[in-house]
């Protein structure tokens, strides 16, 4: 059968038609995006996507079809192969290489984020469950982890991959919380210092198992998903070590359904690299005989609707942008962004929110949503 062919049969499948005329249907303009994408999966996908070799109105939408279609299972893998064996031969997230993901994501351009997120840069899922805008959902967030960690005036906070400081500046302001926040991002240091100025607030260019001080409480938002499947125990206790007795630990990850321990080819070369996304069953194996795990909260598909706004963001303030950078990267930054948010609706990824207790809570943690 003809690679054509076998497209057309594979995608009909997920209900996609090429050339089709609904907006999930795929505009192939190349023919050698066949070949390309059957050769190397999903690395093809997103090149080709880049290189204009297709395209699709509603590239969300397509994906998730493709995903609920399980149409990644169906076609050869060699991308997951290679992918999968370099992580089983090496630590990609060594405490070496922990800074390489600071240099190539987040340090790519404050003024991307500032154009592309809230008005506190909060770059994690907000929570929407009362909000009307993304403002208010990342506010809603931050309030949310306060709450559930018990948070009170004068407590000390481990912020572990504080970003640019959204967590700690709301923490200080708002509950009048010591925070200490640790980064691998040059560029988040120094905004994050900024926006914090006069706050009782420390924000140290870091790696986490450099840390060797105790808090009333730590917290991590969105970067458990560079800690890596031969690092978990070890970060949870780096966790345990810095956490006071009878203290709480908020763990805010994207997670997905089943084990694996390599990442997306496409994501990890152009937008995470070395990052890895965990399951339930190797969180609860990293936390075995240290933490009490005393609530575990999904709200996966606020971060479709977080993702969509911070796309509608990026495309609206894309002109005063694409002086530094080129359309190419326009394509890349937009299939990151809209194909993630497929993940999310297909609900192959989720987002958790996770409360560990350093000695149980006695009569039993009263869960907050």
Not at 96 to 124: C, P, Q, W
Not at 144 to 168: E, N, P, Q, T
Not at 279 to 302: L, P, T
């Amino acid at each position: 059968m003809k690679v054509k062919e076998f497209a057309q049969q594979i995608l009909a499948e997920a209900d996609i038609k090429i050339n089709g005329k609904r907006s999930w249907d795929i505009q192939v303009y190349d023919e050698r995006f066949y070949d390309c994408v059957l050769r190397n999966g999903s690395l093809g996908l997103g090149e080709s996507y880049m290189d204009r070799w297709w395209d699709v109105e509603c590239l969300d939408e397509f994906t998730t079809r493709l995903l609920r279609a399980k149409i990644d299972k169906k076609v050869r893998r060699k991308d997951l192969f290679w992918n999968g064996l370099k992580a089983q031969v090496m630590n990609l997230q060594s405490q070496s290489r922990a800074f390489i993901v600071g240099e190539k994501h987040y340090d790519v351009g404050n003024d991307l984020y500032e154009r592309m997120l809230d008005k506190r840069l909060t770059y994690t899922c907000g929570y929407w469950k009362n909000a009307k805008n993304l403002d208010e959902a990342q506010e809603a967030k931050l309030d949310l982890v306060c709450k559930k960690i018990g948070l009170k005036r004068g407590m000390s906070v481990l912020d572990i991959g504080c970003g640019w400081g959204s967590f700690a500046k709301y923490a200080a302001e708002k509950y009048k919380a010591r925070v200490f926040g640790i980064t691998i991002s040059k560029e988040q240091v120094k905004v994050a210092e900024e926006r914090c100025k006069g706050l009782d607030v420390e924000i140290c260019l870091q790696d986490y198992r450099d840390v060797d001080e105790q808090f009333d409480r730590v917290i991590s938002l969105g970067m458990f998903e560079h800690v890596g499947h031969k690092n978990y125990r070890t970060y949870m206790e780096v966790v345990n070590r810095c956490l006071k007795e009878k203290g709480f630990f908020l763990l805010h990850t994207i997670g997905m359904n089943r084990s694996v321990k390599h990442f997306d080819p496409w994501l990890d070369k152009y937008i995470f690299p070395n990052a890895l996304i965990p399951s339930v069953k190797q969180i609860a194996e990293s936390v075995e005989n240290i933490f009490v795990m005393e609530d575990w909260h999904n709200f996966g598909s606020d971060y479709d609707k977080t993702l969509l706004v911070w796309f509608a963001n990026f495309k609206k303030n894309w002109p005063l942008l694409k002086g530094k950078y080129d359309e190419r990267f326009f394509r890349m930054w937009k299939y990151y962004l809209l194909t993630c948010a497929g993940t999310f609706r297909a609900r192959e990824n989720q987002l958790w929110q996770i409360i560990f207790s350093k000695g149980a809570v006695p009569g039993g943690y009263q869960s907050i949503r």
